[in-house]
């Protein structure tokens, strides 16, 4: 993996997705339609990445994201999931999600059980909690690319 596809900007209306995330993962993520998956299909490695995501004018927060077909659940649709580290009151589909791409974390895998998925989840939550806290990183806080 090199540089070159970072960072990563994107953003896009949040979508329906398969309705696991929060029910069965306890890991909510918000999906980007088809149109936005598509539009970076070619350029980016499926996986798992770490970045900023703001929705609408809220503030912005660090986020992990997995875009692939999900190899536990064996997706046949391509899907772009992003899982923001913060704890929000509500649901916010609909609303507009902006996406800063600034690191690659690992493959998506298969796994044996749903609870050795989560704790991979969460060991990627804690990687990215600490990258994004480097100052190249960090930088992109206050971004051009999040003002309204
Ligand atoms: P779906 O399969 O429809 O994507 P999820 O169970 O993955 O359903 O839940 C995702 C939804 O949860 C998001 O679209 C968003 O509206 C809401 N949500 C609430 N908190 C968060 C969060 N911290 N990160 C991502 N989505 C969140
Ligand atoms: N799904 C997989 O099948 N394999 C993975 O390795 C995987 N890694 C993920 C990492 C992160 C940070 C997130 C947010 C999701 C990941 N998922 C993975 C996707 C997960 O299966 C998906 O969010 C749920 O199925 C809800 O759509
Ligand atoms: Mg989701």
Known sequence: ?????????????????????????????????VEVVNSLADDLPTGVYYGFA???SDEVQKMVMSIGWNPFFKNNQKSMETHIIHN????????????????????????????ELIKAIQNDITDAESKLEEPNNKQFLTHAFFNN
């Open 1 to 33: 993996m090199t540089s070159k596809n970072f960072p990563t900007f994107v953003k896009g209306e949040v979508v329906k997705g398969f309705g696991r995330g929060s029910k069965q993962l306890g890991i909510p993520t918000a999906n980007f339609s």
């Open 54 to 56: 703001k929705v609408e």
């Open 88 to 115: 929000y009151d509500d649901d916010f589909y609909g609303k507009q999600l902006s996406v800063v791409i600034l690191g690659y974390l690992r493959p998506e895998r298969d796994f044996g059980s749903l609870d």
